[in-house]
T-cell receptor, first 113, second 110 residues
Framework: NAGVTQTPKFQVLKTGQSMTLQCAQD?????MYWYRQDPGMGLRLIYY???????DKGEVPNGYNVSRLNKREFSLRLESAAPSQTSVYFC????????????FGSGTRLTVV | GQQLNQSPQSMFIQEGEDVSMNCTSS?????WLWYKQDPGEGPVLLIA?????ELTSNGRLTAQFGITRKDSFLNISASIPSDVGIYFC??????????FGKGTSLLVTP
């Protein structure tokens, strides 16, 4: 089992460019999440999808959009990248019961210049 | 959401030493989770706690769910170089997602 797969692993963008970060899970999990990790800030929730067909904003949604394409896939889109969006982005999934925790992907390291 | 405060922010220890870190919340939690993030990787779940006062071990790691339900503790005994990483505590945020602490960065020298 691959678990949670994120692509790409690394990306450099110019300010104003757009891109989509891809995430797929093969564990038949209901819920999926996008977090960003910045030094000294821990993991902050951008968007989440509690179940297929639903998406909701998290703590830091500005500048991002998401799509829950199907039960397996949850993508994160930056429409017009800004240097403040330089970060490491993690996708995670869970069965839907938070007590079991998440399974994380290995992250996408994004630099906006 | 509920704030989680982890301490210490970082630790620099020698191999063989024991390590203690903790996490406190402004609100009561029903579940505490501890994750470890290896350099360049995503966090991995180490221990889950579901009951106040619960003490759970995973090898050299022991975690406790505080009796006030507002704190949790993680201990690592006889540290080894592969313990290096960032340790996060986490708890459910209003039922829809996990809140994470800012992490404790652990460095172990041989």
């Amino acid at each position: 089992n691959a678990g949670v797969t994120q692509t790409p692993k690394f990306q450099v963008l110019k300010t104003g460019q757009s891109m989509t970060l891809q995430c797929a899970q093969d564990m038949n999990h209901n819920s999926m999440y996008w977090y960003r990790q910045d030094p000294g800030m821990g993991l902050r929730l951008i968007y989440y999808s509690a179940s297929e067909g639903t998406t909701d904003k998290g703590e830091v949604p500005n500048g991002y959009n998401v799509s829950r394409l199907n039960k397996r896939e949850f993508s994160l889109r930056l429409e017009s990248a800004a240097p403040s969006q330089t970060s490491v982005y993690f996708c995670a999934s869970s069965p839907g019961q938070l007590g079991y925790g998440y399974t994380f992907g290995s992250g996408t390291r994004l630099t906006v210049v | 959401g509920q704030q989680l405060n982890q301490s210490p922010q970082s630790m620099f220890i020698q191999e063989g030493e024991d390590v203690s870190m903790n996490c406190t919340s402004s609100s009561i939690f029903n579940t505490w989770l501890w994750y470890k993030q290896d350099p360049g990787e995503g966090p991995v779940l180490l221990i889950a706690l579901y009951k106040a006062g619960e003490l759970t071990s995973n090898g050299r790691l022991t975690a406790q769910f505080g009796i006030t339900r507002k704190d949790s503790f993680l201990n690592i005994s006889a540290s080894i170089p592969s313990d290096v990483g960032i340790y996060f505590c986490a708890g459910p945020n209003s039922g829809y997602a996990l809140n994470f602490g800012k992490g404790t960065s652990l460095l172990v020298t041989p």
